[in-house]
């Protein structure tokens, strides 16, 4: 990176967020973004990561803290902060009876895009995310994917130096997830687009993330590269399945004895994991354990550290499924909050 | 105003006359009931007429106006069903996040359902007179009819901006519709105000400003130019517009907050 480019593109310091009835989605964030690299935002469901986005792309007034993109105070300067930013947000925000074409003709003149220049531009976007074939289709008629592409490329018209990605993979099927990836990294790669993305799926940061911060209850629990963060773990983790599901919390105990430290964690799907103390080597202890007790094993398998292995040491939790009750009641408050405590333009 | 603003509002008002034109549900029952009711009426209470002092010469010149009126209705509800649905997918963010201004996003939203409003108006025209209305102003009264329709449309479209902005979702919105339709039963609609008998339904009537718009658009139909008439229908949608207006963009500032 040289010198010219060390700025950061984004720049946030005690970041808060307070909602009048609701919590602290926010609570005191800190984090810097190098420009061209792709920022990670990773946590579970109501961790504060769309409350986040809001406020760095002017969507929502902080209530203390400061924020700066692309050198910009967003609490001030936000329509200079607007002309340097492109977003998708959650849920892909496209109009069912237009047709993808017109929607780049809508976005592109209220860019306030020279007119010879709207249609060039629209179509190579439109041909950059795949979608020249269905660009005269209404969006109704769009896949998850094309409406994410599409999205996507919406949020390029106006060549942005800065893009936020709020959840953009939620709901896609692995191919249409492994398409966008695709784009965001050849945006950060090629066109050197700072990306600010927010995730909860651990493979998405893992593969797409130069840096990572993980958010859970508005506050930053850890930051760096994934590799680093998974390699300040160490330990790797055990994850077994009882013969006997009724049999899930006697194993529980048995390899509670194994921990390097916190409580085994209860998947969903029927297994028990826990962060493995002395690595490879205590299975063959686990295994003795398991069957002095006389619990039979269904499977038995051992992971490298993971990033949800990083959110589990620090928060206590596993990211899975963590915080779906958090994430209802922190949306509506958002939501009806954002009505009412507007300030003009 | 700026060529961009321009260029803004007229991009949005496309949008609007789009999507308004590929919503069959919202454009044929805008077009289609207010005929049915008209068609009803004018058939089953052709004899009110014959009251004595009942101004119009027939019964169908006198409830001709009613579907005009209820296009102001249908521009509630497909306005703000519009708007409220632009809230619930995030497409308002994504206009939040352009330089749009906010006058031309009001403005812009408008276009459509005035473009409907007129489509409304001639139809109901070219219909009411097929049937055998009488209308006295010629075509001069035809521009000021539709000027009206337009001036009508304006100001309930106000109501359902209003409406979105503020309740955000689209079953709130529908759920004025009923509420208007009351103020609708409860004007001049079926009868003049000297010939209702109940005297709070008439206390009710005489004051509704619905009935005074209903006057400006008789007014046009039969016995010639009536430019009092017509100034108070213009001035009731005036007021309205000037109490909505206001409302709409506080509704909008407290929706879009962006800094």
Known sequence: ?345 | MSAYTRTQISELARRSLVRTARQPAQVIPAITFPLFLFAINAAGLDAAAELPGFPAPDYLTWIIAVPFMQAGLFAVAGLGADLARDIETGFLDRLALTPLSRTGLVSGQMAGTIALGLVQGVIFLAIGLAAGATFDTGAAGVVVLLALEVAIVFAFGLIGITAAFRFGNGEAVQGLFPLLFVFLFLSTMALPADLIENDWFRAIAEHNPVSFMFSGIRSLFYGGWDVAALAEAFGVAAIISAIFLPLAVRALNARVVRT
Not at chain 1, 121 to 127: A, T, V
Not at chain 1, 158 to 176: C, K, V, W, Y
Not at chain 1, 209 to 228: H, L, S
């Open chain 1, 1 to 345: 990176m040289s010198s010219s480019q060390r700025a950061a593109s984004i720049e946030v310091e005690g970041l808060v967020k307070q909602f009048k009835k609701g919590p602290r989605a926010v609570d005191g964030i800190d984090l810097q973004v190098a420009p061209g690299e792709i920022y990670g935002f990773l946590g579970p469901n109501g961790a504060g990561k769309s409350t986040t986005v809001l406020m760095l792309t002017t969507l929502l007034p902080p209530t203390a803290g400061s924020a700066r993109v692309a050198g910009w105070e967003v609490a001030t300067d936000g329509a200079r902060v607007r002309e340097s930013i492109g977003a998708a947000l959650q849920e892909a925000a496209l109009d069912p009876f237009l047709t993808g074409r017109e929607h780049m003709r809508l976005q592109t003149s209220l860019h306030g895009i020279a007119k010879a220049e709207r249609m060039r531009r629209g179509d190579e976007l439109i041909e950059r995310v795949g979608l020249s074939d269905a660009a005269d289709r209404r969006v109704g008629g769009y896949s998850g994917g094309m409406k994410r592409r599409l999205d996507l490329a919406l949020s390029l018209v106006h060549g942005p130096r800065i893009l936020f990605l709020d959840e953009p993979t939620t709901g896609l099927d692995p191919q249409s997830r492994a398409s966008l990836w695709e784009e965001v990294e050849r945006l950060s790669k090629e066109d050197g687009v700072t990306v600010f993305l927010t995730t909860q799926y651990l493979e998405e940061a893992d593969a797409l993330a130069n840096r990572v911060g993980i958010i859970d209850r508005g506050r930053i629990v850890a930051e760096g590269t994934p590799a680093v963060l998974k390699a300040e773990i160490g330990e790797p983790s055990l994850e077994v399945v009882p013969a006997e599901p009724d049999r899930r919390e006697q194993m529980a105990a048995v390899l509670q004895r194994f921990s390097a430290g916190g409580d085994c964690v209860h998947h969903e799907h029927g297994s028990v994991g826990v962060r493995l103390k002395g690595g490879d080597a205590a299975m063959a202890g686990v295994v003795r354990a398991l069957d002095a007790e006389g619990i039979a094993v269904a499977s038995l398998q051992l992971h490298a550290p993971t990033l949800d292995d990083v959110f589990l040491d620090k928060t206590g939790r596993s990211l899975e499924g963590s915080g779906d009750d958090d994430e209802k009641a922190g949306a509506f408050v958002a939501d009806s909050e954002r009505a009412v405590e507007g300030t003009p333009a």
